[in-house]
């Protein structure tokens, strides 16, 4: 529990690309915020700026050791997006340092909330986010020439524990209906277990309705605007997480809007759940990139550490101030607002409510 | 080559559910359209009715061997849908008998196209169709109570074929352009593997582009009105092809508008591409079934028969009678219109265009 603690270290990775330039101004509107308790030192930002591509490939590492070392004396971390190795790049094929982060501190619950009022969509998925496709991703075998095989990993506990924290959410929110979405017709042994698992533990949440559906329709029923507000929570396998939530977060105004909490028993990271897009910054156009994602994920870890109102104060902030494209629009310039002047928006908006 | 072939027998397998009414009523506007090829007998249908649910639990096999026998005495088999037991059915859990089809029959390619010409929307999907996640995922492992394992195997073959089959099909449509769809960055080994491949082939393809993306994002690019119809031709392992094609079929109208060609070296097999609605006949209401999606599979059947012209006159009729809502609209009827009522309008329609 935050709210007994004396002091809450915050570190700050700046990651790859425009992660940088957009997490310094996530993090200057954190430190607008809770400037009272900045002063007072209850809140400490701690940067930790070696988690670049150039540094995961010379040690041919996800995360360098030193780094895991820093990033575990965080309480919280707020994280720009990273790159990860594609072939052809200049990097050694290592694995994406978001998926190493989440297992290395067992960072067990993506929590992803979409909300479009105006579309009647106010969703939270809850991906879970060590294991699945993603346990051993990295570490497939070719067998031979011919043949690949990668596997997929479901635990017991691994599913009891995103399936309950889902269930949790949905009871105390009001929400009260829980959709658990797998492919269990087809990949019956893993998906069978996630979805067995989940009708297990809804018999111990008796206000929460449950319901399934398989992933490929499930991707229709989130385009489908006469029946998409049936849903409330829903939590999901890794992969399938991955692909509902990119999909979701579109009809609120793409990946760039929508932040994403990876929370576990010990430590939390916020991060934005777009990528790093390198050429923005080879065209040195770093400080146009849209920093709404990130300040989104930050709002989420305010929540997260006890400061519920500032965090509500952000949100209505940021409704005000409308999507980053909205505010290029509003300056009237060509090449847009960049991402500090949307920051000091931002922040004249919560100074002026 | 079908064209100078004497005879070609086409297998209707009622399937499940909702199925026979359906797969009725696409035989009925298939027979009308090649009723003089009938006369002579060079066209032979050969109703196989043993696939059903109740057979499959007896033998405890996704195909009985007595039909997989038929099947394959047949060129090409228009199949309705087939229900895949799930947990709490009074089935054992046996295989999707779809997914069992594939494979026995080696359907290695699956093939949907979505057209919405208004949304300007031209989708062709070649979906890999006998490996992938789908390979063993009957066949996964309980390891204990605790830990359960899934694979995903990918061959050198399986992937140059489909690929390759999406290439020619862009070289020839001069659509000259080809987007592979993977999760490479994490699913490296599966993956990875195909990814390459699509690399290497494309590059025997000078006039056909390539681009690719990651399944998550590509689920948000197909809701982006303003971007979206710069995708062609789409390649796709298994699993990606299953989920992005019900969510592109939602724009053209929903899962119940989408036929699918499921095509291999020696057979063929073209199925409506929603679920068997086992209520819908319990209730008593199974002749009010919407028979769209598998006239139109029974449409991609005429064409891989070599029957074009037919083809196309079916899909002009089609366009014409409109999707099986408006027909609903069209007469008025709150209980709707039959399949029998709806296929004997296409019908007329073909009679007068
Ligand atoms: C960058 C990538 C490895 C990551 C994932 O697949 O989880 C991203 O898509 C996400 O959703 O956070
Ligand atoms: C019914 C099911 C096994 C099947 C699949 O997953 O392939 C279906 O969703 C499809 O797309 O044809």
Redesign the interface.
Known sequence: DFTTKEQIIIGVVGGDGIGPFITAEAQRVLEFLLADDVKTGRIVFKIIDGLTIENRAACGKAIPDEVLAELKTCDVILKGPTT?P??GDPWP?IE?AN?AMRRELDLFANVRPVSVPEKNIDWTFYRENTEG??AV??????VN?????????????GSERIIKAAFDFAEKSGKNKVTVVT???????????F??TA?AIAKNYPTVEMDDWY???M???L??EKRRSQFKVMVLPN?YG??????A???QG??GTAGSANIGKQYAMFEAIHGSAPRMVEEGRGQYADPCSIIRAAGMLLVHIGYNEKAEQLQKALDICGLYEKKLVLTGRETGATGSEYADYVMETLSNP
Not at 137 to 142: A, R, V
Not at 242 to 247: G, Q, S
């Open positions: 990860t594609r072939e094929n994406s998926v496709a993603y991703g990295s570490k497939g075998i070719h020439d011919d043949l690949a095989i990668d596997f997929t990993v479901t635990t017991q506990e492919k269990a017709n087809v990949i019956k042994t893993t998906d069978g277990k979805l067995d009708k992933i490929d329709i991707t229709a029923k385009v489908d992969l991955d692909i509902l939530t990119d999909e977060a579109e009809f793409g990946v």
